[in-house]
């Protein structure tokens, strides 16, 4: 499957911007979506999930929502009351099954990422 995000942007502290990911392919419901991210000098990191239920971060816990519209083959993720720290550029993937659903290594598709920059 073949993943376009796009939505990240510049926002300052307390912002919100909303990102979407847009699959090829006639499977889209049947796949685990992801959403990661990477900040300058840091490893690539576990944001939200979604595959039958949702998953999140603790650290987007109750700031970030998950969701998919499998019509439209896309995963979107709102990002409320952004902070400083959130600064990192986003990737979505698709993977094939829930576990390991915070592992980079469950999924097999990745986006090209999308850079969300938050200011003070």
């Known amino acids: 499957v073949q993943l376009q995000a796009c939505g990240g942007g510049s926002v300052q502290a307390g912002g919100s911007l909303r990102l979407s990911c847009t699959a090829s392919g006639r499977t889209f419901s049947s796949y685990v979506m992801g959403w990661f991210r990477q900040a300058p000098g840091k490893e690539r990191e576990f944001v939200s999930a979604?595959?039958?239920?949702?998953y999140y971060a603790e650290s987007v816990k109750g700031r970030f929502t998950i969701s998919r519209d499998n019509a439209k083959n896309t995963v979107y993720l709102q990002m409320n009351s952004l902070k400083p720290e959130d600064t990192a550029v986003y990737y979505c993937?698709?993977?094939?099954?829930?576990?390991?659903?915070?592992?980079?290594?469950?999924?097999?598709?990745w986006g090209q990422g999308t850079l969300v920059t938050v200011s003070s």
């Open positions: 993937a698709a993977g094939r099954t829930i576990l390991g659903v915070t592992s980079e290594d469950n999924y097999n598709s």
């Open positions: 979604s595959g039958g239920r949702t």
